[in-house]
Nanobody, 127 residues
Framework: QVQLVESGGGSVQDGGSLTLSCVAS????????IAWFRQAPGKEREFVGT????????LYVDSVKGRFTISRDNTKNTVYLQMNGLKPEDTAIYYC????????????????????WGQGTQVTVSS
């Protein structure tokens, strides 16, 4: 049974930092592309960024470029989302997602592209 478990969410002030973790089990972790999505109240779930299977390449949505960094440790079955310079508009539930798709991982930005999802962790940024 595949499980993805996010942690590290919380409440911070504008300009603060948080690091989210996503621990996977039940799969061969380094076969999977991992992405982070977020969903704010009343909004659609949106793509934040993704990391390839080896961890050598990442891709981000424009609104978080230069502030967020995704990394992974395949020995620990864990992906991280380091978030700096947080803004109130970053407030959302953050989800990690995994796919075994072996093609052009850079194109995988939609909810339907990912097979497995975590339960989410809340990030709240106050002004």
């Amino acid at each position: 049974q595949v499980q993805l478990v996010e942690s590290g969410g919380g409440s911070v002030q504008d300009g603060g930092s948080l690091t989210l973790s996503c621990v996977a089990s039940g799969l061969t972790f380094d076969f999977y592309v991992i992405a982070w999505f977020r969903q704010a109240p009343g909004k659609e779930r949106e793509f934040v960024g993704t990391i390839n299977r080896s961890g050598s390449s990442t891709l981000y949505v424009d609104s978080v470029k230069g502030r967020f960094t995704i990394s992974r440790d395949n020995t620990k079955n864990t992906v991280y989302l380091q978030m700096n310079g947080l803004k109130p508009e970053d407030t959302a539930i953050y989800y990690c997602a995994a796919t075994e798709y072996a093609g052009r991982w850079q194109l995988l930005r939609g909810r339907v592209d990912y097979e497995y999802w975590g339960q989410g962790t809340q990030v709240t940024v106050s002004s």
